[in-house]
């Protein structure tokens, strides 16, 4: 009797040394959304994240596709990285690299203790007045964190929990989804992108704010997983619709 008890401790105790990486689940995420602007597609937006234990990765590519690729080829390449707890994302790093269909460019960002420390251009961007000072930027994250906390699988019952403000070196801006209302087997939320500091007049004046829905569906195992996103844009009627 004393063996058994004694393997079982010693078992115990050898699996509280490992390393906590080493007991960290896994939690994958992947999806590609074709954006539609008033019925006519107009990109592909496609993210690959993986967070191991509290840690995460994320890559994300947005590109012109469809009418709009044949007028402009445009594309964006970003990836981040980062601490999460719960819904509290802390990036530790953010690049992108960007083809506006003229000019390429890459931009870097690096955080101490969730404050945005350093932001790098290349080539270098011309200052402006009303350009953000990042060390005030404290507690805020990358838009390509922002995504993925918003369009990743969730939990069922764990829908429409999202609340970010976002700084990508020059913008400072926020996303929320709240109030899920289930349809059948779908929950849907309600959501606001909203335009904070460093934009133009124009814009300001413009709209600052932007209402969207969001849609998720049972994904198998109790997951919930953003089918579509719907909205209001600049341009017209919008959406992002999963494959």
Avoid at 13 to 42: M, N, Q, Y
Avoid at 44 to 68: C, D, M, P, T, W
Avoid at 163 to 172: A, E, Q, T, W
Avoid at 197 to 225: H, N, Q, S, V
Wanted: aromatic fraction near 8%; charge should be positive.
């Amino acid at each position: 009797m004393l063996k058994p008890l004694r393997a079982t401790i010693v078992a115990l105790a050898c699996a509280a040394a490992l390393p906590t990486t080493a007991l960290a689940e896994r939690i994958e995420d992947k999806a590609t959304f074709d954006v539609v602007i008033r019925g006519i597609s107009a990109a592909s937006l496609a993210f690959s994240g993986v967070q191991e234990g509290n840690r995460y990765a994320v890559s994300g590519l947005l590109k012109s596709a469809g009418i709009a690729a044949m007028f402009r080829k445009i594309s964006y390449n970003a990836t981040a990285k980062g601490a999460v707890s719960g819904t509290r994302y802390t990036p530790f790093s953010y690049v992108e690299q960007a083809d506006n269909g003229k000019t390429k460019s890459t931009s870097k960002m690096t955080y101490s203790k969730g404050v945005p420390s350093a932001v790098q251009y290349t080539p270098p961007r011309e200052g402006r007045d009303k350009d953000v000072n990042p060390a005030t930027q404290g507690g805020t994250v990358d838009t390509l964190t922002a995504l993925y906390a918003v369009l990743r699988d969730v939990d069922a019952g764990q829908e429409c929990k999202v609340s970010l403000k976002m700084y990508d070196g020059r913008y400072v801006s926020s996303i929320a989804i709240s109030n899920p209302k289930k349809q059948g087997d779908a929950v849907v939320c309600t959501g606001q992108y909203r335009r904070i500091a460093g934009f133009k007049p124009a814009e300001m004046a413009e709209r600052t704010t932007f209402p969207f829905t969001l849609t998720y569906r049972p994904a198998g195992d109790g997951r919930m997983r953003v089918t579509e996103v719907a909205m209001d844009s600049i341009y017209g009627k919008a959406a992002m619709k999963r494959r």
